[in-house]
């Protein structure tokens, strides 16, 4: 089992750049792949990006690519969401999750979910 703490959501302009973290609980982080998921205030929650176990693989939606980055540190058990030119329907509260097995964009397949992070993106 594991924990997922998010942090380092926030209010930013137009164009803006912010880097989301999770960190995990537990010792066997680097069996998880994990992922990057959002929800809009309406919306369902949608697929933003996903690594691998070793970070050697990624995954991620059509509209964040070239955006955003998703990255891992397996020594300090934490994956991170960097994202750049920030648009206003960016806007939501963005979850990582963990699953043992391999890339998925299906939140369904994912196994632990944090309590999610808001980013919030002004005109």
């Known amino acids: 089992q594991v924990q997922l703490v998010e942090s380092g959501g926030g209010l930013v302009q137009a164009g803006g750049s912010l880097r989301l973290s999770c960190a995990a609980s537990?010792?066997?982080?680097?069996?998880?792949?994990m992922g990057w998921f959002r929800q809009a205030p309406g919306k369902e929650r949608e697929f933003v990006a996903a690594?691998?176990?070793?970070?050697?693989?990624?995954s991620y939606a059509e509209h964040v690519k070239g955006r955003f980055t998703i990255f891992r540190d397996n020594a300090k058990t934490t994956v991170y969401l960097r994202m750049n030119s920030l648009k206003p329907e960016d806007t939501a509260v963005y979850y990582c999750?963990?699953?043992?097995?391999?890339?998925?964009?299906?939140?369904?397949?994912?196994?632990?979910w944090g309590q999610g992070t808001q980013v919030t993106v002004s005109p």
């Open positions: 690594i691998s176990r070793m970070g050697i693989s990624t």
């Open positions: 999750a963990a699953r043992t097995l391999r890339l998925s964009a299906l939140s369904s397949q994912y196994d632990y």
């Open positions: 537990g010792r066997t982080f680097s069996s998880y792949t």
